[in-house]
């Protein structure tokens, strides 16, 4: 199959692979920390002692940061983690990235993806067919295929993505990228597509 020169053979640009790296790591995180505040925590509000004359430091509550049991100063809350990335810039590390496999000979291009059973065994006999590949992903065009899910579910270094979902990350976490033809053309249409402003 001819690939097209725009998506699967561009320069090799670290530092846009770097900052869409970052990008998706920073969106996917979770930020569901959270500290209790002295408004928050549990405890009476009750002024511990007098004021004045018992020799010791002045208090008003017991909740305060320097005490045992008391609240966080400055902690952290729920927040989103994700940073901004220009789709023009997440568009070029998704090129890099095959561009990258591709200049690698690791982009192998299948007609379809259909196994003949949902055995584990057939996809681990395939694997071990390719030359020196540790991990491998597999990417379709349309929905993944019952079988293929099934068969390829219990291996860890087989990972399956429909073409909607490929990333710069999946990418570079595999050292063999195995598309079928609808995948390629989806995937060039989608580069090809202008970008909404």
Do not use: C
């Amino acid at each position: 199959m001819v690939l097209d020169g725009d998506v699967f053979d561009v320069p090799i640009r670290k530092d846009i692979v770097h900052r869409v790296v970052r990008w998706q790591l920073a969106k996917r995180q979770q930020g569901t920390h959270s500290t209790k505040t002295i408004s928050e925590v549990s405890g009476t509000g009750r002024k511990p002692y007098k004021q004045k004359g018992t020799g010791r430091a002045r208090h008003g509550t017991l909740r305060g940061p320097q005490f045992r049991g008391g609240a966080t100063m400055h902690g952290p809350k729920p927040r989103s983690h994700a940073i901004k990335l220009q789709k023009k810039v997440r568009r070029l590390g998704l090129k890099i990235a095959l561009s990258a496999r591709t200049a690698e000979g690791k982009l192998l291009v299948f007609e379809d993806l259909e196994v003949p059973s949902h055995k584990t065994k057939n996809i681990v006999q395939y694997i071990r067919q390719m030359d020196d590949t540790k991990k491998v992903l597999l990417v379709d065009g349309g929905d993944i295929d019952k079988k293929l899910k099934l068969a390829t579910q219990n291996l860890h270094y087989v990972n399956v993505l429909p073409s909607i979902g490929l990333n710069v990350y999946s990418i570079l976490q595999h050292d063999t990228l195995v598309m079928t033809r609808a995948a390629i053309n989806r995937i060039v249409e989608r580069m090809h597509t202008p970008i909404n402003r």
